[in-house]
Nanobody
Framework: QVQLVESGGGSVQSGGSLRLSCAVS????????MGWFRQAPGKEREGVAA???????NYADSLKGRFTISQDKAKHSLYLQMDNLKPEDTAMYYC??????????????????WGQGTQVTVSS
């Protein structure tokens, strides 16, 4: 059974940084895609960044330059470095995993397993 556990969320002031982590267990394959998504109250879940097993990445256009996705295969972990955070980045952040590794999609329906989320709150 695949499990994803996020950590690293918290409260920061505008302009600050946070690094989210996602620990993966129970996944038996060497090919995958993984992504970070976020959902603010009253809004739809949106894709933030994604990557596949060869390191190819994909970012939401509005977040390029501020957010960086990375992975550590030895630690079975996914990361999201978030810099220059803004109040509009406030949301619950989720990591997700999918078997299809053809493209690092930002479409949530292309993912098969999800974590419980970690809250990020940015104050002005």
């Amino acid at each position: 059974q695949v499990q994803l556990v996020e950590s690293g969320g918290g409260s920061v002031q505008s302009g600050g940084s946070l690094r989210l982590s996602c620990a993966v267990s129970g996944y038996r394959y060497s090919t995958y895609k993984m992504g970070w998504f976020r959902q603010a109250p009253g809004k739809e879940r949106e894709g933030v960044a994604a990557t596949i097993n060869d390191g190819t990445t994909n970012y939401a256009d509005s977040l390029k330059g501020r957010f960086t996705i990375s992975q550590d295969k030895a630690k079975h972990s996914l990361y999201l470095q978030m810099d220059n955070l803004k109040p509009e980045d406030t949301a619950m952040y989720y990591c997700a995993l999918g078997r299809d590794y053809s493209f690092p999609s930002l479409r949530s329906w292309r993912y098969d397993a999800w974590g419980q989320g970690t809250q990020v709150t940015v104050s002005s």
